[in-house]
């Protein structure tokens, strides 16, 4: 059974610090994972999505790295602003039918 | 192309009322999820449609919840006699179907049960 794991549960640096999201899962048979992004009481915004093929995906000041044979992917996140400040989530497509298994998330926060 | 539509955005019953939530997914897409989020959680899988067809429906509760993708309208998520520890977060993502992995989120519907 698939499992993902975020660590840290919570994160709070400086604005313009690099910084590093951790996400672990217990299956390497994954199809998929994505990193969302969820502000309070909103939807999600997806923000990277790489294929099991893929080692990373890059979007503006972000980074996002899958290394299956470990069971991790890291979301970096360049030059870090308050606008920043939210929850970020990963997920993984586990399954034949796709459905993906969530983290619990780091609630992100950038100081001023 | 309209993305994923849910409504209500948010939606308050009492205790023992129904609530129906609503998702039209994206034109084209013909595969559907419905995940839940807990206050303070992740989601959780909740249930698998494709037109006509529950493909999935592990992660949904026995009792009171039911869902539906009919061959023409949106997907219905129906909780029967809800209960407080039905309030949460219900999000609708879909997918095309062929050719794709990736899904795609609706706003997602807020319940709170009073």
């Known amino acids: 059974k698939q499992e993902v794991t975020q660590i840290p549960a919570a994160l709070s640096v400086p604005e313009g610090e690099n910084l590093v999201l951790n996400c672990s899962f217990t299956d390497s048979a994954i199809y998929n994972l994505q990193w969302f992004r969820q502000d309070p009481g909103k939807g999600l915004t997806s923000l990277l999505l790489i294929q099991s093929s893929q080692r990373e995906q890059t979007s503006g000041r972000l980074n996002a790295s899958l290394d299956k044979s470990s069971g991790r992917s890291t979301l970096y996140i360049a030059a870090s602003q308050p606008g920043d400040s939210a929850t970020y989530l990963c997920?993984?497509?586990?399954?034949?039918?796709?459905?993906?298994?969530w983290g619990a998330g780091t609630k992100l926060i950038i100081k001023p | 192309n309209a993305g994923v539509m849910q409504n209500p955005r948010h939606l308050v019953r009492r205790r023992g009322q129904e609530a129906r939530l609503r998702c039209s997914p994206m034109k084209g897409h013909s595969h559907v999820y419905w995940y839940r989020q807990l206050p303070e959680e992740g989601l959780k899988f909740m249930v698998y449609l494709q037109k006509e067809n529950i493909i999935d429906e592990s992660g949904m509760p026995k009792e009171r919840f039911s869902a539906e993708f009919p061959k023409e309208g949106p997907s219905i998520l129906r909780i029967q006699q809800v209960v407080r520890g039905d309030s949460a977060a219900y999000f609708c993502?879909?997918?095309?179907?062929?050719?794709?992995?990736?899904?795609?989120f609706g706003p997602g519907t807020r319940l709170t049960v009073t």
């Open positions: 997920a993984a497509g586990p399954g034949s039918n796709y459905q993906l298994i």
């Open positions: 993502a879909s997918r095309p179907g062929t050719g794709s992995n990736e899904q795609y």
